[in-house]
């Protein structure tokens, strides 16, 4: 994420600068055996370093051509297990981190998927002055989705009001899409499903162009289709 900015106690541990410098983040949240969530920070400037030598001067003595610097911060652990695994998680620089939905091993699919969603911020002014710098973060609950799922494709989107809602789809070959308002707090179904149902897919979304590119996926593994 180019323009994210760290809670203040992650940007002085790590002497993170967001003014001249830019970081690739890459955000692990659950698993199947723990709730335990984590980002990966990567500075952005190191991807040049092949064909400009000068560009990026790691901090520490031991990275060389084949290692890149990166930071581990220790993000709070999602509050239910169920939610742990099989969730599909997003993140914007507006409304955060956001995990929904989730299952675990033991449970038949599409019989007890999670419905629930929830929501970790640290970017809002009002949510800094509020978390110690960032010290005390924790996970707060936003309102079920309509339809509980696993393994689905999620990616923040924005509409042609220029809101900018969470987009979801799919998930226990469920072939429904839904959106949450997070002005209303409530999750919308008044859109199209895909034409194919599928779960764990790939999903992408074109801020220039609009448009949400969903492929693969279980039961859809060659097919490619587009969300305008």
């Known amino acids: 994420e180019n323009n994210m900015r760290f809670p203040s106690i992650i940007a002085d541990k790590y002497e993170l600068d967001t003014i001249k410098n830019r970081y690739h983040c890459i955000f692990k949240c659950g698993s199947q055996t723990n709730r335990q969530s984590k980002c990966l920070i990567i500075p952005q400037s190191q991807f040049a370093y092949s064909t400009n030598k000068q560009s990026y001067n790691a901090s520490k003595t031991n990275i060389d051509d084949n290692v890149l610097e990166a930071y581990l911060w220790d993000l709070p652990p999602l509050p239910q297990q169920i939610a742990s695994f099989g969730n599909a998680v997003s993140y ?61 494709s999620s990616c923040f989107i924005n509409l042609e009001s220029g809101k900018e809602v969470l987009f979801i789809c799919g998930g226990d070959l469920n ?16 859109i199209a499903n895909n034409n194919v149902s599928r779960e764990c897919a790939g999903i992408y979304y074109d801020q220039f162009e609009n448009q949400i590119y969903l492929g693969g996926g279980h039961g859809a593994q060659k097919k490619i289709e587009c969300y305008d």
């Open 175 to 190: 072939g429904s899409c839904e959106l949450l308002d997070f002005d209303t707090g409530l999750w919308r179904e008044d």
């Open 92 to 152: 914007s620089n507006k409304h955060g981190l956001v995990s929904v939905g989730g299952t675990q091993p033991d449970i038949f699919l599409g019989a007890g998927s999670y419905s629930g969603s929830f929501q970790l911020k640290w970017n809002n002014e009002e949510e800094k002055s509020n978390n110690n710098n960032g010290s005390n973060l924790r996970w707060n609950t936003l309102r079920r989705m309509n339809t509980g799922r696993a393994y689905a």
